[in-house]
């Protein structure tokens, strides 16, 4: 119900009463299957903390795999590794510079995605 302290047993509808027609637009304006799947693919890496810091220090400067491996406190090899699943999902991108690998995010959507996320995480309940 409207005003509703959350926890106290009233988040839900005392009755059920469908509006066939609201559900049937907004069911209709969804995200299809394929995009539906690629969207909750890119939250499922965001989730994983050494991914989203990777992704968090990117948001600030490109930075070599040694670098990123330092910052998420993990090996080279998981920094890596990490760094596949998220270039895979098209976050990230990568040149060579002689023998490193620098990364950087891959536009600024993803930035965006980081930035929201901080965001939404220092507001106060």
């Known amino acids: ?3 509703s302290a959350p926890g106290s047993g009233r988040e839900s509808c005392d009755a059920v009463i469908v509006d066939e027609t609201a559900v049937a637009q907004t ?9 539906a799947k ?5 939250f499922s890496a965001l989730s ?5 810091r990777i992704l968090n220090a990117l948001a600030i400067r ?3 795999v040694c670098d990123l ?5 993990v090996s080279q090899s998981a920094a ?3 760094l596949r699943v998220l270039r895979n999902l098209d976050l990230v991108a990568f040149r060579r510079d002689g023998r490193r690998a620098v990364y950087r995010l891959a536009d600024d959507h993803v930035r965006t995605l980081i930035s929201q996320g901080l ?3 220092d507001e106060e309940r």
């Not at 069911?27 to 995009?35: I, M, P, S």
């Not at 690629?38 to 890119?42: K, N």
Request: glycine content about 2%; hydrophobic content about 35%; overall charge negative.
């Open 80 to 82: 890596s590794h990490q």
């Open 38 to 42: 690629r969207t909750t693919d890119i």
């Open 62 to 64: 490109e930075l070599c």
């Open 119 to 121: 965001e939404h995480a």
């Open 69 to 73: 491996a330092a910052i998420a406190e």
């Open 1 to 3: 119900m409207p005003g």
């Open 48 to 52: 994983d903390p050494t991914r989203f």
């Open 27 to 35: 069911k209709a304006a969804l995200a299809d299957d394929r995009r």
